[in-house]
């Protein structure tokens, strides 16, 4: 099993910046991708972003694209979404997940293993 820790999260006003992180221990060397999740007020989870642990291929959501960067660190176990240019629709809870299913594409909640507690992020407009 792996702990994942989130951190990063806040209040910010429309067009500004958060870079989120999120810290891994435990059974980390089974880790094969990494992704970020976020869930608004009655909506169901959404994928936003994801990052192959040892090729470093990304993915994301189209809601995202040219706005968020997912990067990672292995020395530290770190996985990072960094957020620009952020709207008021991006308010949510965002969730670390990893995963450790070979062949799969890191896009959905299913394929994932562990998740961590999550931290807000909200924009005010």
């Known amino acids: 099993q792996v702990r994942l820790v989130e951190s990063g999260g806040g209040l910010v006003q429309a067009g500004g910046s958060l870079r989120l992180s999120c810290a891994a221990s435990?059974?980390?060397?089974?880790?094969?991708?990494m992704g970020w999740f976020r869930q608004a007020p009655g909506k169901e989870r959404e994928f936003v972003a994801s990052?192959?642990?040892?090729?470093?291929?990304?993915y994301y959501a189209d809601s995202v694209k040219g706005r968020f960067t997912v990067s990672r660190d292995n020395a530290k176990n770190t996985v990072y979404l960094q957020l620009n240019s952020l709207k008021p629709e991006d308010t949510a809870v965002y969730y670390c997940?990893?995963?450790?299913?070979?062949?799969?594409?890191?896009?959905?909640?299913?394929?994932?293993?562990?998740w961590g507690q999550g931290t807000q992020v909200t924009v005010s407009s």
């Open positions: 435990g059974r980390t060397l089974r880790m094969l991708f």
């Open positions: 990052i192959s642990w040892t090729t470093g291929t990304t």
């Open positions: 997940a990893a995963g450790r299913v070979r062949g799969v594409v890191p896009m959905t909640p299913h394929v994932y293993d562990d």
